[in-house]
C-alpha cells in the first residue's frame, strides 16, 4: 500500500476518540456511575475501544476524508472497522478489568449503538467534505 493509503486525518481521528469518549460517558451516566467517580473507568473504557478502533480503522484505511468515494462505500468500510474494533476492545477491556466474559447485552449495545455514533459522526464529515468540494468547484 502506498503513503495515500495509510494517511491519517488527525482531525478524523480526534473526532472518532471525542465520539467514543462520549459513547462511554453516556453508558456510565446509564448505570448510574458519576463522571468524577468513575475517572478511571471511564478512561479505562474510552481506551479499551479507542486503541483496537485506531489501529483496525488505519489498517482498513477509513483514518483518511473520503475523497472521491460515494457515502455508501466509505460508510459501508466504516461500519465494517467498527465491527471488528468494538469486540476486540471489549475484548480488551474485559482482560484489563479481569473479567472472564463479557455479557452478550453490552456486546450488543457496544456494536450497535457505538457504531451508530460512530457512523453519524462520519456521515456528518462526508457531508461537510462533499459539501466543501462543491463550493471550492463553484
Do not use: K
Request: no cysteine; proline share 4%; net charge positive.
Amino acid at each position: 500500500m502506498n503513503n495515500t493509503t495509510r494517511s491519517i486525518s488527525l482531525p478524523l481521528l480526534a473526532g472518532d476518540l471525542l465520539v467514543l469518549l462520549i459513547f462511554v460517558i453516556i453508558g456510565q451516566l446509564d448505570h448510574g456511575m458519576s463522571i468524577t467517580g468513575a475517572l478511571p473507568s471511564l478512561i479505562a473504557t474510552t481506551l479499551a475501544l479507542a486503541l483496537p478502533w485506531a489501529i483496525i480503522a488505519w489498517l482498513m484505511g477509513v483514518l483518511r476524508l473520503p475523497g472521491d468515494r460515494t457515502a455508501a462505500a466509505w460508510l459501508g468500510r466504516v461500519a465494517a472497522a467498527w465491527l471488528i474494533a468494538a469486540p476486540l476492545g471489549l475484548i480488551l477491556r474485559a482482560l484489563w478489568r479481569g473479567q472472564a466474559s463479557i455479557i452478550l447485552i453490552f456486546m450488543i449495545v457496544a456494536l450497535g449503538l457505538g457504531g451508530l455514533f460512530v457512523l453519524v459522526w462520519r456521515a456528518a464529515v462526508y457531508w461537510w467534505v462533499q459539501r466543501r468540494a462543491l463550493g471550492a468547484e463553484a
